[in-house]
């Protein structure tokens, strides 16, 4: 089973300077800024999903600048990635239209002419067939009919068939080295079996399938069920934008070859509680919650508390600074854990404290929140981790603060849900 991950232009800065907060001088980002399989001493992941929409061209603008754009079409994936086959001997090359970024057109922007250029240029080992998201998922116990489903529904799911039919046919001017993946998009397990069978009948021996990204995980189980009684055993099946990772037996059961998925990186940032991974003594994966110690200059809501008047943005900083030095000097076995956790706590309780209506109500948030904080700091994770960004940076991986930082953390737990990966792999059912 292998882990592609969905590059949406995530790189870091190598000689960021945490205690100033400051990136190297004369930094130009693409060029001095590293992917995550260039800052770490072994790729996090078997292979990368490069989308179309992300990417983006003039009509439909992406995450990349114009000569950023112009560079990925003049080099192609991989030296613009600077992901070498010969340095990442077997990895994957995979390349997606990005159906999210435009599943409010009423048909999609690419048709199977141009994205089979788009795959060609770019070099491409693996690239999806145009398709176009449904998102009208079947409930338990509800089965319609293609001729229950509304008319947008039906429009979308007999586009992506009839551009998988013309893709199939264009990509073959790639060559063998290329390899065509028909999606499937459906708005219930049958409907989807369905479509699955047409790519087969097409010619398709990879399907990827689309359009899963807010079904819970028992609907992807029947869906991938589905599937498995629909199409022959041999054919491959990949899963796009698989965000649900703690539920890789549920791939394996039903013989899943591929997915892709942001998750590790974004929840070091987007997730409420999950920020740093680890795994446990079972080698199951754990998470902590990351310190939060925005700088107080940058953070929107300390200025507008500040603009409001009431904090005081001297106040502010003393309290942040406080708060970093309380952390550090506990890391470096300087300073105790509570001292530590109560100049994190005022800092907090500064920028949290009126959401909170009463004085009890704010003293359980603040004791709620420490606890949090007391359990990443007092296990001290980061000595247990070997990976380059623990060893460089120590506990400031674990402090949620600007954006450099938050990605590393993001590439640190690539590397641990990598590890994960590699071990499940080899752990027989
Ligand atoms: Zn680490």
């Given at each position: 089973m292998r882990f592609l991950f969905s590059d949406s232009v995530d790189t870091i800065d190598p000689e960021y300077d945490f205690l100033g907060d400051r990136h190297r001088l004369g930094r130009t980002v693409h060029r001095d800024d590293e992917y995550p399989h260039e800052f770490l001493e072994a790729a996090p992941y078997d292979g990368i999903l490069v989308s179309r929409g992300i990417v983006g061209d003039v009509r439909h603008p992406g995450k990349y600048s114009e000569a950023q754009l112009m560079r990925f079409r003049r080099e192609g994936a991989r030296r613009f990635l600077r992901y070498p086959l010969d340095k990442f001997p077997g990895s994957m090359m995979m390349g997606d239209c990005g159906a999210f970024s435009y599943r409010n057109l009423p048909e999609p922007p690419y048709r199977a002419d141009d994205t089979v250029e788009f795959y060609g240029d770019g070099g491409f080992t693996h690239g999806c067939s145009p398709d176009h998201l449904i998102f009208d998922f079947d409930d338990m116990g509800v089965l319609r009919t293609i001729a229950d489903v509304s008319d947008d529904i039906r429009g979308r799911y007999e586009v992506t068939l009839q551009n998988a039919t013309e893709f199939f046919t264009a990509a073959?001017?790639?060559?063998?080295e290329f390899t065509p993946l028909g999606v499937i998009q459906g708005w219930s397990d049958l409907s989807m079996a369905q479509a699955a069978r047409n790519l087969v009948s097409m010619g398709y021996d990879y399907l990827a399938i689309g359009g899963t990204v807010p079904l819970r995980i028992a609907q992807i189980r029947r869906v991938l069920s589905a599937l498995r009684d629909a199409i022959p055993r041999e054919v491959r099946l990949h899963l796009l934008g698989?965000?649900?990772?703690?539920?890789?037996a549920s791939l394996r059961e039903f013989n899943v070859t591929s997915f892709d998925t942001t998750s590790p990186l974004l929840r070091a940032f987007k997730d409420a509680r999950k920020n740093y991974w680890a795994r446990n003594a079972s080698g199951e994966l754990s998470y902590y919650t990351a310190i939060r110690i925005p700088q107080a200059t940058q953070n929107n809501k300390l200025k507008h508390k500040a603009l409001e008047g009431s904090l005081n943005q001297e106040h502010a900083r003393r309290l942040e600074d406080a708060a970093l030095e309380g952390v550090r000097s506990y890391a470096s076995g300087q300073g105790k854990l509570d001292p530590a956790l109560d100049a994190v706590m005022d800092y907090w309780a500064a920028l949290?404290?009126?959401?909170?209506?009463?004085q009890s109500r704010r003293a359980d948030a603040v004791a709620r929140q420490r606890r949090i904080y007391a359990q990443t700091l007092g296990d001290r994770p980061w000595e247990r981790c070997d990976c380059r960004v623990c060893r460089e940076g120590g506990v400031e991986a674990v402090i949620f603060r600007t954006s450099n930082r938050n990605k590393r953390r993001g590439i640190h737990n690539l590397h641990v849900f990598h590890t994960h990966l590699s071990e499940f792999r080899q752990d027989p059912p």
């Amino acid at each position: 089973m292998r882990f592609l991950f969905s590059d949406s232009v995530d790189t870091i800065d190598p000689e960021y300077d945490f205690l100033g907060d400051r990136h190297r001088l004369g930094r130009t980002v693409h060029r001095d800024d590293e992917y995550p399989h260039e800052f770490l001493e072994a790729a996090p992941y078997d292979g990368i999903l490069v989308s179309r929409g992300i990417v983006g061209d003039v009509r439909h603008p992406g995450k990349y600048s114009e000569a950023q754009l112009m560079r990925f079409r003049r080099e192609g994936a991989r030296r613009f990635l600077r992901y070498p086959l010969d340095k990442f001997p077997g990895s994957m090359m995979m390349g997606d239209c990005g159906a999210f970024s435009y599943r409010n057109l009423p048909e999609p922007p690419y048709r199977a002419d141009d994205t089979v250029e788009f795959y060609g240029d770019g070099g491409f080992t693996h690239g999806c067939s145009p398709d176009h998201l449904i998102f009208d998922f079947d409930d338990m116990g509800v089965l319609r009919t293609i001729a229950d489903v509304s008319d947008d529904i039906r429009g979308r799911y007999e586009v992506t068939l009839q551009n998988a039919t013309e893709f199939f046919t264009a990509a073959k001017r790639l060559g063998r080295e290329f390899t065509p993946l028909g999606v499937i998009q459906g708005w219930s397990d049958l409907s989807m079996a369905q479509a699955a069978r047409n790519l087969v009948s097409m010619g398709y021996d990879y399907l990827a399938i689309g359009g899963t990204v807010p079904l819970r995980i028992a609907q992807i189980r029947r869906v991938l069920s589905a599937l498995r009684d629909a199409i022959p055993r041999e054919v491959r099946l990949h899963l796009l934008g698989f965000g649900k990772i703690e539920e890789l037996a549920s791939l394996r059961e039903f013989n899943v070859t591929s997915f892709d998925t942001t998750s590790p990186l974004l929840r070091a940032f987007k997730d409420a509680r999950k920020n740093y991974w680890a795994r446990n003594a079972s080698g199951e994966l754990s998470y902590y919650t990351a310190i939060r110690i925005p700088q107080a200059t940058q953070n929107n809501k300390l200025k507008h508390k500040a603009l409001e008047g009431s904090l005081n943005q001297e106040h502010a900083r003393r309290l942040e600074d406080a708060a970093l030095e309380g952390v550090r000097s506990y890391a470096s076995g300087q300073g105790k854990l509570d001292p530590a956790l109560d100049a994190v706590m005022d800092y907090w309780a500064a920028l949290n404290w009126d959401e909170e209506p009463s004085q009890s109500r704010r003293a359980d948030a603040v004791a709620r929140q420490r606890r949090i904080y007391a359990q990443t700091l007092g296990d001290r994770p980061w000595e247990r981790c070997d990976c380059r960004v623990c060893r460089e940076g120590g506990v400031e991986a674990v402090i949620f603060r600007t954006s450099n930082r938050n990605k590393r953390r993001g590439i640190h737990n690539l590397h641990v849900f990598h590890t994960h990966l590699s071990e499940f792999r080899q752990d027989p059912p």
